[in-house]
């Protein structure tokens, strides 16, 4: 390991640390550049290893960080330009499965302390599944210390045999590029006539359209509300390979739904609905649980991962897949405001329990100065 720097001033460290990132996923990538930001601060030199199209999108290099161009796993070069970038760091930090695979094996040899953050559960059928626990279990083994960011993920590294595994939150990062000066209640209806929702309920889910998010269930679930009056209408942002099988039921069915693809406003798009849908199969710290209840917008999810962990009683919880439990929970809530105005103020409360980014990030940096501090010789 190369020797630890003493610290500059005012408490601030010179830790050299490198923070991985494979595709990078949404919350993943957010997460880094807030703590790319926040040790940036204190004095920690950070150097993000990512695509460079991360970089374009979360301006890593924008809060004082260097930015490493890393081709995805899928380029066999990908390894060697990680080795070369983490030659002279105090501390690895990998986030997510196939990056901390590809930090292991740059690091093999090295005594560098790897910190790995588990934000979601990987998921996959048949061999691929088969392939995707190896891989864990390779990683857990290489780790110093595994960090999850719910208590489940840390439950299932230890039984994968992490050394180490702990608990440790991330928090939601601040938006930015949000029209936070708009008068909210103009925005919101500004967004309610562009989507064709005035006069009518506005139902929301943000997410990839994938298997696991459960929008099969949630089309089933429609078929409901169409007894309502006035007819609630459901809007999914997000873009993926179940795009065209989900937009043929919509339209042979006539059902009350519009795919709004991927947007970049999803968090204002969501202060304008009523009520916010996650119906997936597994969820960690979910982004649109977090900013439904920092929003005020009651939320209907289902009961699975860290969501219930994460919302407490702050929302409507039903099981996967069960359409008529998650149509009937709206179903109620678009009756009873006094539950709606409950919710909310449940949401404000449970909010206030989250760990901030300053949390966040002083959580980790101490687990790196615990990990990087020469051990007094016995």
């Known amino acids: 390991m190369s020797p630890v720097s003493s610290p500059t001033p005012h408490g601030q460290s010179s830790l050299r640390t490198v923070q991985v990132l494979g595709g990078g996923n949404a919350g993943s990538s957010a997460h880094v550049r807030s703590l790319a930001s926040g040790l940036v601060a204190r004095g920690v030199r950070v150097t993000v290893c990512a695509p460079v199209e991360a970089d374009h999108l979360y301006d890593f290099t924008g809060t004082g960080a260097e930015h490493v161009h890393v081709p995805r796993s899928s380029d066999p070069g990908s390894v ?59 990683v857990v083994k290489a780790a110093t210390v595994v960090l999850g960011t719910t208590s489940d993920l ?29 008068d909210p209640e103009r925005l919101g209806s500004k967004i309610r006539a562009e989507l064709g929702a005035t006069g009518r309920p506005l139902l929301m889910a943000v997410g990839s ?28 942002a997000g873009e ?22 991927r947007r970049d406003d999803a968090s204002e798009l969501l202060t304008a609905a009523d009520v916010a849908l996650l119906p997936s199969s597994w969820e960690s710290r979910s982004v649109l649980a977090q900013e439904a209840l920092h929003a005020r917008v009651p939320l209907v999810a289902t009961r699975v991962g860290g969501v219930p962990e994460l919302v407490g009683d702050a929302a409507e919880l039903v099981p996967y897949g069960d359409a008529k439990a998650l149509a009937d929970a709206v179903t109620r809530l678009l009756t009873d405001p006094v539950r ?37 010789l016995i």
């Open 240 to 261: 993926g390979p179940l795009r065209g099988m989900l937009q043929r039921r919509i339209e042979d069915e006539e059902l009350p739904v519009r795919l709004l693809g």
């Open 209 to 236: 359209l994938d298997r696991h998010r459960g929008y099969e269930t949630l089309l089933d679930a429609t078929r409901a509300w169409c007894r309502l009056d006035p007819v609630p209408l459901v809007v999914i």
């Open 80 to 138: 060697a330009v990680l080795r070369e970038a983490c030659r002279n760091a105090d501390l690895v930090h990998a986030h997510g499965l196939h990056a901390s695979f590809r930090a292991a094996l740059a690091l093999s040899g090295r005594r560098t302390p790897l910190v790995v953050t588990w934000h979601n559960h990987a998921r996959a059928e048949g061999a691929r599944a088969h392939l995707l626990r190896l891989l864990e279990r390779r």
């Open 154 to 182: 840390v439950d299932r590294a230890r039984r994968t045999g992490a050394r180490d595994a702990r608990l440790a939150a991330v928090a939601l990062p601040g938006r930015r590029g949000t029209a936070e000066h708009d």
């Open 340 to 376: 709606r105005e409950l919710l909310k103020d449940r949401g404000t409360r449970q909010a206030a329990t989250w760990p901030t980014e300053d949390e966040t990030v002083a959580q980790v940096l101490s687990v790196y100065d615990e990990l990087t501090q020469p051990r007094p």
